[in-house]
């Protein structure tokens, strides 16, 4: 139980040194997203099969010590540079901000428009079908589906963009606005999670959180726990709808504990597979799921990762974490260097967007390109490449659109 020990005085440091004031800051969000996914798999395994730890996963105990570390050395070098953002900036003055709303509308028709056509092309809705994680493969395997895809999460942003409207108009009570709003989230929520897939309207439930966070009340961080305790009871709970025969959702419990070490397991596996052969890609993966756009049989990331590893299931390929993707690319000094620059890099976005840019638009790409900042954590920069040139191309698009962003032309 000494691993266990040293895990939680190691997990706890950061929040005992940084004391993080704000609950979506990133030494306070993406460390616990870390710790609830990564960062507490080798304990889980340690506390349930010991056998199996001390068999292959102990040196992964280890790297995963490191790479959390590493990421915290990052924020603290950025806390030397930069200070935390004063949010009282960001309380932005109360107004109708029609651009917003158009933006928004504009968004919402473009993912409903795709997704008719994503499910007419998928033959039908994946999470109705009786089979229902081989339906949802089975719809992103028919060619041009992933773009149709790409386009219906443009609906989560127009659901984000109406809630801060209505944030940032500081208007209370039940009215035509807000009904709205409820009816965009329901309707959005409803057709991303007809694809199979759970994690769109959790995304899109955290845009409004942190918007309302930001620009009307902040989250303490009891409520915070609360939130993720209810969030990976819902993950759980779709796991077992999706996917009920796998020996993986035999039970809740399983369910649960299940999900506290799929990312270790991933890690175990890349690091074996890996370990065996010689040299690195040296950052050659970086651009493979940009490549994807290209005409013809291209394959992702993950899923060469999969056919690397040698390991067969129905689903699609395999998130290895940062230190997977590191190790993959660099080796162990990989490891080290790339969590400290990732911890680096995404406090001064943090600090950068909230300090820098106008409270709304600042505002605005923090929490659309935090996503992809917490999505590395498990998945890897590699895995994540077309996220983040997705989510930076939607910012601009958003921004411009909308007027938060005014560009003069000589």
């Known amino acids: 139980m000494w691993y266990a020990t040293i895990a939680l005085l ?38 349930f099969f010991p056998d199996v730890v001390y068999g292959g996963y102990e040196s992964l105990f280890w790297v995963v010590i490191t790479g959390y570390v590493s990421i915290n050395a990052g924020f603290l070098v950025s806390r030397v540079v930069s200070p935390d953002p004063d949010l009282a ?7 109708r901000y029609p651009g917003l709303k158009l933006v928004a509308c504009a968004l919402l028709l473009v993912s409903l428009a795709a997704g008719v056509a994503y499910f007419f092309r998928a033959g039908g809705v994946p999470l109705l079908a009786p089979e229902k994680e081989a339906a949802r493969v089975a719809a992103l395997s028919v060619s041009g589906n992933g773009y149709f895809l790409y386009l219906m999460t443009a609906g989560a942003y127009g659901v984000f963009l109406l809630f801060m409207r209505r944030f940032a108009s500081r208007a209370g009570g039940l009215d035509i606005n807000f009904v709205a709003c409820v009816i965009a989230f329901v309707v959005i929520g409803a057709l991303l999670t007809g694809t199979g897939s759970r994690r769109y309207v959790i995304w899109m439930l955290l845009y409004i959180l942190m918007a309302r966070h930001y620009l009307l009340k902040r989250m303490s961080p009891l409520k915070s726990f609360l939130l993720a305790g209810l969030l990976l009871v819902f993950v759980s709970v779709f796991e077992l709808l999706r996917n009920p ?6 039970s809740f419990a399983i369910a649960v504990m299940y999900r506290s070490v799929i990312y ?12 065996s052969i010689d040299g690195a890609m040296w950052g050659r993966t970086l651009l493979m799921d940009v490549a994807t756009i290209m005409p013809g049989k291209q394959v992702d990331y993950q899923s060469w990762l999969k056919s690397v590893v040698g390991i067969e299931f129905e689903g699609f390929g395999i998130p290895p974490t940062i230190m997977g993707d590191l190790f993959v690319n660099f080796r162990y000094p990989g490891i080290v260097a790339g969590c400290v620059t990732f911890g680096f890099c995404v406090r001064q976005l943090y600090c950068w967007c909230l300090s820098r840019l106008s409270p709304l638009l600042g505002i605005l790409v923090y929490i659309i390109m935090i996503e992809y900042m917490t999505k590395i954590v498990t998945s890897g920069v590699s895995a994540q490449m077309i996220g983040l040139i997705w989510g930076s191309v939607i910012c601009v698009g958003i921004a411009l659109a909308s007027g938060l962003l005014k560009v003069k032309v000589k």
């Open 89 to 95: 900036r960001i309380r932005v003055l109360p107004g």
């Open 264 to 275: 270790t397991s991933n890690l175990e596996k890349v690091f074996t597979a890996f370990s």
């Open 245 to 250: 025969d796998s020996e993986t959702t035999a």
């Open 10 to 47: 190691i997990y706890i440091l950061p929040y005992v040194l940084f004391k993080p004031k704000d609950v979506f800051q990133p030494e306070f969000i993406i460390n616990g997203y870390f710790l609830a996914l990564v960062g507490i798999g080798p304990v889980s395994l340690m506390v």
